[in-house]
């Protein structure tokens, strides 16, 4: 299972940090992914850690301004957002698979565990 929060109104240029607690599996043994969901769209792939969280990847629209992190002895995986603008606005969802070459995977369909997500709003 897993729980995201920490979504929330912020006006452009402000910060959030996301946090998605799972249990029901081993933590250590998951990829963790954060994708989002805009109104209307499809969802995209944001960021990505490995399982011993050594190699992070992000989309190329949030590099540089957010922070993919975990802490396997919380079973918590983290999202630090700033500089967040109106376009990021979306519900942001947690997922995680135990297979390693999730790593790679941008597709939603390469991960199989799903969190309830977390709304965030940018305002302009």
């Known amino acids: 299972q897993l729980q995201a929060s920490g979504g929330g109104l912020v006006q452009a240029g402000g910060s959030l940090r996301l946090s998605c607690e799972v249990s029901g599996t081993i933590f250590s043994h998951n990829v963790m992914g954060w994708f989002r969901q805009g109104p209307g769209k499809e969802r995209m792939f944001v960021a990505v850690?490995?399982?011993?969280?050594?190699?992070?990847d992000y989309a190329d629209s949030v590099r540089g301004r957010f922070t993919i992190s975990r802490d396997n002895a919380k079973n918590t995986v983290y999202l630090q957002m700033n500089s967040l603008e109106p376009a990021d606005t979306a519900v942001y969802y947690c997922?995680?698979?135990?297979?390693?070459?999730?790593?790679?995977?941008?597709?939603?369909?390469?991960?199989?565990?799903w969190g309830q997500g977390t709304e965030v709003t940018v305002s302009s």
């Open positions: 850690i490995n399982k011993s969280g050594v190699r992070r």
């Open positions: 997922t995680s698979n135990t297979d390693p070459r999730s790593f790679a995977s941008r597709s939603p369909t390469q991960f199989n565990n």
